[in-house]
């Protein structure tokens, strides 16, 4: 079936910085999604791509649709410390069976220090 | 829009005892439910997809006569986790659908069987 890779698993970094992680698959997907989880919490979705080589943002989160379909980035500008959580990104295919049904990335644990 | 509600966020239970867990789109009608487990640090697993009116489809491994899932109306699914044991313990999320790729999570909810 199809898997979703992502990285990096983890990162730790200072108030400031920029944030890069990416997604890589296996197959194509038509949707590229990204959520973000705070402990205890569900994921919120923050980006949704729909069209191979779009380019999004969202205040300071920009992400990308791989011309490939079969892979996409998120960046993080100018962190701060709320972005701490959890990041997956996830592919979609609606339509026909799948019931638009995601398949996620192991997800990237983010850590902001002060 | 887009809000996904879950009930009861948290729930402690006796083994052998069966758990409704309640979720409703709150903002928009859902012609597609879905309801994940998720362990700590890892990402979410599917464990169903259910349309309005009709049964459930259950991922593979899932005992579809220990997870009830009903999906009475365009905004209202419910899992039931049947004669509950210790290792049913876990954090369920819902998200909801309304056809298309995105879906909208619900804060989840932290099911302890002691």
């Known amino acids: 079936g199809q898997q979703l890779n992502q990285s990096p698993q983890s990162m730790f970094i200072q108030e400031g910085e920029d944030v890069s992680m990416n997604c890589t698959s296996s197959?194509?997907?038509?949707?590229w999604l990204w959520y973000k989880q705070d402990p205890g919490e569900g994921p919120v979705l923050l980006i949704a791509l729909y069209k191979a080589g779009e380019l999004t943002s969202n205040g300071r989160l920009t992400a990308q649709f791989g011309i490939t379909r079969k892979d996409s980035f998120l960046n993080i500008s100018a962190s701060i410390p709320s972005d701490v959580g959890i990041y997956f990104c996830a592919g979609s295919n609606a339509g026909g069976t799948s019931y638009g049904k995601l398949t996620f990335g192991q997800g990237t644990i983010l850590t902001v220090h002060p | 829009g887009a809000v996904v509600s879950q009930h009861p966020s948290r729930v402690i239970c006796k083994s052998g005892t069966s758990v409704k867990i309640e979720c409703r789109s709150l903002?928009?009608?859902?012609?597609?439910m879905f309801w994940y487990r998720q362990f700590p640090k890892q990402s979410l697993m599917l464990m169903a997809t259910?349309?309005?009116?009709?049964?459930?489809?259950?991922e593979q491994g899932v005992e579809k006569d220990k997870f009830l899932i009903n999906h009475a109306s365009l905004t209202l699914s419910t899992l039931t986790v049947t004669s509950a044991h210790p290792e049913d313990s876990s954090f369920y999320i819902c998200s909801a659908s309304t056809g298309g790729n995105e879906q909208f999570f619900g804060p989840g909810t932290r099911l302890t069987v002691l």
């Open positions: 903002d928009f009608q859902a012609t597609t």
């Open positions: 259910s349309n309005e009116g009709s049964k459930a489809t259950y």
């Open positions: 197959s194509i997907f038509n949707t």
